[in-house]
């Protein structure tokens, strides 16, 4: 199940990566699979201006993302001991689904995650607020005292317009994240490199579909 990295809790990112510092020119590294490749190719004859503001424009989007309503990511892992696909769908307010390939989907719903492996559904309960605390604005509201944001100039994703974000996070131990944000204001794509089991781990997280109302969550049967 997804857990929430500190870097970027309110994005609900992988806790379980020991994140270290991403270079400026990682989205475009070589051999990098497919699904966590941006579209450099596709950039718009018009790019959005990028504002002067770096890190009031990344706190806006963080803001606006958490006020919609539904959203789907797919998640690509590359690096340690395999890749790993996954597709999330979240519906307000805490609802989320995460169907990992070749291992199952889960579902938690408030404080209880549903797990279905093998066509067996079991109920698994959760310690108060493990997700939805990540979701706090005190706490969102901390994270972004430690917070440092770097523009990096118009990008694409998978060839729709955005402004693309270094954003680094002191706290509780350095963090660095890229971050791409669309025209709307919300985020594109999210990509942070660090490491699992000692390995070198690359995740990148792809949004989609927000508030739309064809989204849903419910418990498995």
């Known amino acids: 199940m997804i857990r929430p990295s500190p870097a970027c809790a309110a994005l609900l990112l992988l806790a379980a990566c020991k994140p270290a510092a991403a270079p400026a020119?990682?989205?475009?590294?070589?051999?990098?699979?497919?699904?966590?490749?941006?579209?450099?190719?596709a950039l718009p004859a018009a790019p959005i201006a990028a504002p002067a503001d770096a890190k009031g424009t990344v706190q806006a989007s963080i803001t606006r993302f958490l006020a919609?309503?539904?959203?789907?990511?797919?998640?690509?892992?590359?690096?340690?001991?395999?890749?790993?696909?996954?597709?999330?769908?979240?519906v307000a307010p805490d609802r989320y689904r995460m169907?990992?390939?070749?291992?199952?989907?889960?579902?938690?719903?408030?404080?209880?995650?549903?797990m279905s492996v093998q066509g067996r559904s079991m109920q698994v309960p959760m310690p108060p607020g493990t997700l939805?605390?990540?979701?706090?604005?005190?706490?969102?509201?901390?994270?972004?005292a430690g917070?440092?944001?770097?523009?990096?100039?118009?990008?694409?994703?998978?060839?729709?317009a955005a402004q693309r974000y270094l954003v680094h996070h002191?706290?509780?131990h350095p963090t660095d994240?890229?971050?791409w944000i669309g025209?709307?204001?919300?985020?594109?794509?999210?990509?942070?490199?660090?490491?699992?089991?000692?390995?070198?781990?690359?995740?990148?997280?792809r949004y989609s579909r927000f508030d739309d109302p064809a989204i849903q969550v419910a418990p498995p049967r």
């Open 25 to 41: 020119d990682a989205p475009r590294a070589a051999g990098q699979a497919a699904p966590a490749t941006v579209a450099a190719a």
């Open 68 to 90: 919609v309503r539904s959203y789907h990511a797919s998640m690509h892992a590359e690096g340690g001991a395999h890749a790993m696909d996954s597709d999330i769908d979240f």
């Open 99 to 114: 169907a990992v390939k070749g291992l199952g989907t889960q579902v938690v719903i408030g404080d209880t995650m549903y």
């Open 132 to 144: 939805t605390q990540w979701r706090d604005p005190a706490r969102l509201e901390a994270n972004a």
């Open 147 to 160: 917070m440092t944001v770097q523009a990096q100039g118009a990008d694409a994703v998978d060839g729709s």
């Open 170 to 172: 002191s706290d509780p």
């Open 177 to 179: 994240l890229l971050y």
């Open 183 to 205: 025209a709307d204001g919300l985020p594109l794509q999210i990509q942070v490199h660090g490491q699992a089991q000692g390995k070198p781990v690359t995740t990148t997280i």
